[in-house]
């Protein structure tokens, strides 16, 4: 029993210590593009290591306290760590899994708040891609996985572009938003090299069927509140993760289901 409490709290130490590695990364990367030194987002002044891991985020300088999506972050990974402790996926195991959840939670937060997927964090997924490909599939069905999810994305970034030009020029007007960002196509295809070929189809189809629900139902509250804009879109990446985690950590429920 003693075991069981020790390795407990360990999981929750490293689940602590990833969801500031992901603070950490979501900080710094939208504005440097690399590793750099902790620093303020409100006054830029440097930051030690020490802000990062204790429980107080408070800038020294000007003594700003950081934003409720470093808690929130925090506390969802500690939550992960434990619930991926107790189920750890299948093939890919608890390690395996662990390292596409940070990846996931880097490309989650910088979408929702910047709006971007950045080229750094794409060919640092590419790696990661690539491993958890390999040890879920064969080689030939993660490399297939990654051409197919790049390319329908990429079929489907040009028909948004298409499709938002017209209507910008029905309208007279120049479009302030995009269908689809590039990095959407790039991050389609991180996640195919990590389903493989069999999965990768179905875990777009999923991430579509979600987005476009969530979008109405955005669209229908905009509307009520007149606060609708005809080219707001919100940001794709967090649906294309949640197809993927889907089939990466919940498959074996979803076949228990369909057994039934």
């Known amino acids: 029993?003693?075991?069981?409490?020790?390795?407990?709290?360990?999981?929750v130490c490293l689940g602590y210590l990833s969801g500031v590695f992901v603070n950490y990364l979501t900080d710094v990367?939208?504005?440097k593009r690399r590793f750099t030194k902790p620093f303020c987002l409100n006054c830029g002044e440097p930051q030690s290591l020490a802000s990062y891991i204790l429980f107080w985020h408070e800038c020294s300088k000007c003594t700003a306290r950081r934003s409720w999506r470093t808690w929130l972050v925090e506390l969802i990974y500690i939550g992960l760590a434990v619930w991926s402790w107790l189920n750890p996926p299948n093939a890919i195991g608890f390690w395996g899994g662990w390292l596409v959840l940070i990846y996931f939670g880097v490309v989650v937060v910088i979408?929702?708040?910047?709006?971007?997927?950045?080229?750094?964090?794409?060919w640092a997924g590419v790696g990661?891609?690539?491993?958890?490909?390999?040890?879920?599939?064969?080689?030939?069905?993660?490399?297939?996985?990654?051409?197919i999810g790049f390319g329908l994305m990429w079929l489907l970034y040009w028909l948004g572009e298409i499709i938002m030009r017209g209507l910008a020029r029905m309208r007279g007007r120049t479009p302030d938003d995009v269908a689809l960002g590039f990095g959407d196509v790039n991050l389609s295809?991180?996640?195919?090299?990590?389903?493989?070929?069999?999965?990768?189809?179905?875990?777009?189809?999923?991430?579509?069927?979600?987005?476009?629900?969530?979008?109405?139902?955005?669209?229908?509250?905009?509307?009520?509140?007149?606060r609708y804009h005809?080219?707001?879109?919100?940001?794709?990446?967090?649906?294309?993760?949640?197809?993927a985690f889907v089939f990466l950590f919940l498959g074996e429920y979803l076949l228990i289901i369909f057994a039934l």
């Open 128 to 147: 990661v891609g690539l491993l958890i490909g390999v040890i879920r599939n064969s080689w030939w069905e993660t490399l297939l996985g990654g051409a």
């Open 29 to 31: 990367l939208p504005w």
């Open 230 to 243: 005809l080219f707001a879109a919100l940001p794709y990446g967090p649906f294309l993760i949640i197809g």
């Open 1 to 11: 029993m003693v075991i069981i409490y020790v390795e407990l709290f360990l999981i």
């Open 111 to 122: 979408d929702v708040e910047h709006r971007l997927i950045l080229h750094p964090v794409s």
């Open 189 to 226: 295809g991180v996640l195919g090299l990590m389903l493989g070929s069999p999965l990768i189809l179905p875990g777009l189809l999923l991430a579509i069927f979600i987005g476009g629900l969530v979008s109405f139902f955005y669209m229908l509250v905009m509307l009520i509140l007149r």
